[in-house]
């Protein structure tokens, strides 16, 4: 399967600063990445799904100025939180899609505390 | 998108097989059914996927019904290890529901 890196494993930051989360398929070309998030107790929310090479496609509810997603190579994809506030403190989640189905590999996990 | 039920919690003496059900009454033909696990503060990890038939590998096993519109995961011989969030999700959308936080006892 895919091996998926992600980077910070968690940041402290101030609030309305950004920080960036670095999505990297190891060994495989992803043309499309996902992104989660996560609050305690709860389940994964899918936020938007990243293409490489264009726009993201952000789901409903989820602000695409506040959260910026580039992807500009079939290896990176990133998250920019733009002025965090403590409400987008959370895990936040990477992963991609390999081969002709739906199986998915995640990162690790970004976990974000805005103070 | 087809949704998925699963009970909040379950419970399992370790050694003993864990069986988690899934229902997912609204699938498609052509959907297939996905297992993943998160182990706290971790991203979720693969264990296994189908369509119709049954299918094990070294992880676990995944019991499909007839009519496709329940499925049942099975750890054969849980450990304290296996003591995670287990998700059922119907490919296409990718949506998590809640899951079941299956907890291995000793």
């Known amino acids: 399967g895919a091996v998926v890196s992600q980077h910070p494993s968690w940041v402290i930051c101030k609030s309305g600063t950004s920080v960036k989360i670095e999505c990297r398929s190891l060994d495989f070309q992803a043309t499309t990445m996902f992104w989660y998030r996560q609050f305690p107790k709860q389940s994964l929310m899918l936020m938007a799904t990243s293409n490489e090479g264009s726009k993201a496609t952000y789901e409903q509810g989820v602000e695409k100025d506040k959260f910026l997603i580039n992807h500009a190579s079939l290896t990176l994809s990133t998250l920019t939180v733009t002025s965090a506030h403590p409400e987008d403190s959370s895990f936040y989640i990477c992963?991609?899609?390999?081969?002709?189905?739906?199986?998915?590999?995640f990162g690790s996990g970004t976990q974000l505390s805005v103070l | 998108d087809a949704k998925t039920t699963q009970p909040p919690s379950m419970d399992c003496a370790e050694g003993r097989a864990a069986n988690l059900p899934c229902n997912h009454s609204t699938i498609s033909g052509n959907e297939y059914v996905y297992w993943y696990r998160q182990i706290h503060s971790q991203g979720p990890q693969y264990i296994i996927h189908g369509l119709k038939n049954n299918e094990t590998n070294e992880m676990a096993s995944l019991i499909i019904t007839e009519d496709r519109k329940s499925s049942t995961l099975i750890l054969p011989h849980a450990t304290l290890r296996d003591t995670a969030v287990y998700y059922c999700?119907?490919?296409?959308?990718?949506?998590f529901g809640q899951g079941t936080e299956l907890s291995v006892k000793p």
């Open positions: 999700i119907v490919a296409g959308k990718l949506i």
């Open positions: 992963s991609v899609k390999t081969g002709g189905n739906e199986k998915l590999f």
